[in-house]
């Protein structure tokens, strides 16, 4: 199996995760086969152990932009605003332009830098800093934690969730992503023309609570290696893709070389 990516909002195989414990004998739906072959091209992972505000904060820099790309703005955070004491309370305290430079490297460093004060400012009130806001991420019920972070403003569903999943370490919780919305409708285990959060439905009723994890993980590093928007492995080869046997090819045409979204395909259900 592969190492996973450090850069990943996970940390990585740095970053709190342990072996999935998981009965491997057999495969109940279609779309836990194909969770079941990614997690043996790539990894097979249970997650947690993230510090619950650092995730949010490294899962907002990622927004409109790449894990790869929002990396190095997440270090120089850390580095100026980690190193001592409590990150939320620091945070909360420093000029919007000094944390908007710091973070430039993530792109949209205005919005993302105002966000995160705005977030640290109620966090320090509601939680009384960092520790707190992790202790209830860890342990509220999984529904209020959700709710209450898509309350902050420029938190949506896949920040939520990953911050469940990574900080929180819950089972069952699967973000969806782009690379995860394209490759779910695209292998056809979600409808063509599912949105984000028909997706997320789609594949934590169909894929048990201790593969969810490693699920959305291992789908968005298959996306970067064998199944981009624009070029999938499969239009130049049938053969180069190692989930050749499970995917419907839902808007992708290798005789024609044609690329569409699912939800335009002629052949996708969307009734």
């Known amino acids: 199996m592969e190492d996973e990516p450090a850069e990943n909002i996970s940390g990585g195989d740095s970053g709190g995760s342990v072996e999935a414990d998981f009965d491997r004998s057999r495969s109940g739906t279609r779309a836990e086969a194909v969770v079941d072959r990614l997690g043996e091209l790539y990894w097979q992972k249970q997650y947690g152990g993230r510090d619950g505000f650092e995730c949010l904060v490294r899962t907002i820099l990622s927004q409109n932009t790449s ?134 439905e789609a594949l934590e009723a169909d894929v048990p609570a201790e593969k969810c994890g490693f699920g959305h993980t291992a789908m968005i590093q298959f996306g970067r290696e064998h199944c981009s928007a624009r070029e999938p492995a499969c239009l130049q080869d049938p053969d180069a893709c190692p989930m050749a046997d499970r995917c419907e090819q839902i808007g992708v045409y290798p005789e024609t070389g044609e690329v569409i979204d699912p939800a335009a395909a002629p052949e996708a259900d969307t009734e």
């Open 67 to 200: 894990d790869k790309a929002s990396q190095p703005a997440h270090d120089a955070l850390m580095e100026r605003y980690g190193s001592d004491g409590d990150l939320a309370a620091s945070l909360a305290a420093t000029e919007q332009s000094a944390l908007a430079e710091t973070i430039s490297s993530a792109g949209l460093y205005n919005q993302k830098s105002e966000r995160m004060i705005r977030i640290a400012e109620d966090v320090l009130d509601e939680y009384g800093g960092a520790d707190g806001f992790d202790q209830f991420v860890r342990e509220a019920a999984p529904d209020t934690v959700r709710e209450t972070l898509l309350e902050m403003n420029g938190v949506g569903p896949k920040t939520a969730d990953c911050v469940l999943l990574f900080a929180g370490g819950r089972g069952g919780v699967f973000p969806v992503d782009t690379h995860v919305h394209r490759i779910a409708r695209r292998l056809g285990v979600a409808s063509a023309d599912a949105d984000h959060e028909a997706v997320r």
